[in-house]
Structures are given as structure tokens and as C-alpha cells.
């Protein structure tokens, strides 16, 4: 017996994958129906995508290994019966189960290259790419940075991509979980930069003895209490040691100002992300002259210091 259509207010999720994937034709097809019902599901978007059309973009073009600029010629390509079911399957499951979109399809784009990801790590997301993409010449102008520690790196993102854009640096990326630097290696081996680039497991600083870094880049657990219990569903599926910080955002936050400088060379650069945390920021350490950045793409709680500026505000730090 057939199956009963749904409402057309109602999701077509009603009905069962294969009767999904029979209806679904063309590449135009998938997306329209995919966006349809991510936006009927009021689905949160905050992991590379930021709307239900470009996470239907994201999903179908991902589940069919195709570009970002693929020609728009392909819109009106006929999908397989298996493409076709494993766009069905990955809606269903986006929806379903609310896991961001990078976790299904096991890969984030960051600073214009493919990362290895999984719920070992936080998904790729920091405005930091931009920096990364300009070479941080901002700070170094006339010779790019020769060591640069990537502080709490999780999937190596920021690391891997500024030791692609600065092929002549050599580059450390430390995190407290070996979980998070599994995936780390993972992308190391991907993208064949392990001559240049390693890891090391250390709770901040404490693994990473007598090493002198021209630039320090650190995304860190800074969310705060308030925001962590109000998040949406989605970053539930993240690693809960790499997003919450305390009551102010700040716990993390604070031993990397107190110790960042000696491991800073001395006309060193300390980058530091803390998203919604910057007013804490602010109100905890008024006399720091923190350099908020911005961003073309947009972001915002990204802060620079130079290792002159750390020490002279030492004491505020201690």
C-alpha cells in the first residue's frame, strides 16, 4: 500500500527514506527539499553555515564529495539511488539526532582547507582563519613568524592552516586531551606537514619547557556558565572540557596572560579568542590594553598583545 502524503505544514519525514529518495530527482531537488526541512525543523546554525539554504548547500554538496564552486550546470544532474539516499539519510539525521553538520560529514573547511573532525574536537569556526589567511602580517610585516604555538588546538586547525600559509615555519600544537590530538594527527598526515609540525600533550604551558614561540594563537575553553547551560542543542555534541570556563568564561583565560610570556620570544605576539567573554575580559583586567580585532567575514572576541605589553601589565596578570 502506498504511502499517505503529509500535511504541507508537517515534515515529510513522515514518510520513509526510500519514498524520501524516490521523490528526489535532480541535485536541485535534494537542496530545496533539504532546506525546506531544516527550517521547518528551526534548526540552530553556528558551525559554517549560518541559514537553512547553506546548510542544505553544505550537506548536499558534502554528501556528494563536490566543490564549494562547483559549476551551477550540476544543479540539474540526476543523483544515483545511493547519492540520493545518503542526502535522505544525512537530513534525517541532522534533524533527528541535532548533530552539527561537520560531525556527519567527518570534515570542517577552515582557512580554505579540508579537516579531518569528530566529537573529539571542536568544529573549526574561529575568525583566527582570516588572521591566518593574511599571514598575521599585521605583527610581522617583512618576515613571517619562524615558531608559532597553536595553545589548546584541538583538531590542529589553527596550526595545520598557518603552517600551510607560512610554509617556512615550524609549528607546535598542544592540548591537554590525547583524544583531540589523535584527530590533530590525523590532519597532520592529511595534509603532509608532519616535517614542520607536532604535537604535544600539556595542560597549557606545563609540557612545553624551555621552548620560545614568535607567535602564540590559542582558541580556549571561554564560555561561561550562563551561556554554556542556555547553548543550543547542537553544541551538546561538542566536547564539554573545550567549551565551558567558569562563571565568568575567564579560568582558562587567565593562566594563559600569567604564563603566555615566557614562552613568548621577545618581540612575540600572544592571539587570543574569547568570543562572548571579551566584556568579563574587559571588566576583569580595565588597565590592559587588549587589541579587539575585526574581522571582513565577520567575529568577534579575538584579542592581541604583544610580549612588551605583557609585561608590562605582569602584575595585573600574577
Do not use: K
Not at 545518503?86 to 552539527?100: C, D, K, M, N, Y
Not at 616535517?195 to 575553553?221: H, K, M, T, W
Amino acid at each position: 500500500m502506498a504511502e499517505s502524503l503529509p500535511d504541507a505544514s508537517s515534515s515529510t519525514l513522515v514518510l520513509s527514506d526510500e519514498a524520501l529518495a524516490d521523490g528526489l530527482v535532480t541535485l536541485r531537488d535534494c537542496l530545496r527539499w533539504a532546506a525546506s526541512e531544516f527550517h521547518l525543523a528551526g534548526l540552530f546554525y553556528g558551525h559554517g553555515t549560518d541559514s537553512a539554504w547553506d546548510e542544505a548547500v553544505a550537506l548536499t554538496l558534502g554528501a556528494l564529495h563536490l566543490p564549494w564552486n562547483v559549476d551551477p550546470a550540476v544543479l540539474e544532474a540526476r543523483l544515483l539511488p545511493m547519492e540520493r539516499a545518503r542526502i535522505v539519510s544525512l537530513v534525517r539525521a541532522r534533524i533527528e539526532t541535532r548533530r552539527p553538520l561537520p560531525y556527519l560529514l567527518g570534515e570542517a573547511f577552515f582557512a580554505g582547507a579540508p579537516f579531518s573532525v569528530d566529537e573529539r574536537v571542536l568544529i573549526p569556526r574561529s575568525p583566527i582563519a582570516e588572521l591566518i589567511e593574511h599571514g598575521f602580517a599585521a605583527w610581522f610585516p617583512v618576515e613571517p613568524p619562524q615558531r608559532v604555538l597553536d595553545l589548546c588546538t584541538g583538531s590542529g586547525c589553527i596550526g595545520i592552516a598557518t603552517a600551510l600559509h607560512l610554509p617556512g615555519c615550524e609549528v607546535d600544537l598542544a592540548d591537554i586531551s590525547p583524544e583531540a590530538l589523535a584527530v590533530a594527527r590525523i590532519n597532520i598526515t592529511r595534509h603532509q606537514v608532519g616535517e614542520r609540525v607536532r604535537v604535544v600533550e600539556s595542560d597549557l604551558f606545563a609540557g612545553l619547557a624551555g621552548q620560545r614561540y614568535d607567535l602564540i594563537v590559542c582558541n580556549p575553553p571561554y564560555v561561561d556558565t550562563r551561556d554554556l547551560t542556555t547553548m543550543p542543542a547542537e553544541f551538546r555534541h561538542e566536547p564539554a572540557l573545550a567549551l565551558g570556563a567558569g562563571a565568568d568564561g575567564l579560568d582558562i583565560v587567565r593562566r594563559i596572560l600569567r604564563e603566555a610570556r615566557q614562552y613568548l620570544s621577545e618581540a612575540g605576539v600572544l592571539i587570543v579568542e574569547v568570543g562572548n567573554s571579551d566584556h568579563h575580559l574587559e571588566t576583569a583586567f580595565p588597565e590592559v590594553p587588549f587589541l579587539w580585532l575585526e574581522f571582513e567575514r565577520g567575529g568577534h572576541g579575538v584579542f592581541a598583545l604583544t610580549a612588551a605589553e605583557l609585561d608590562a601589565h605582569a602584575a595585573s596578570f600574577a
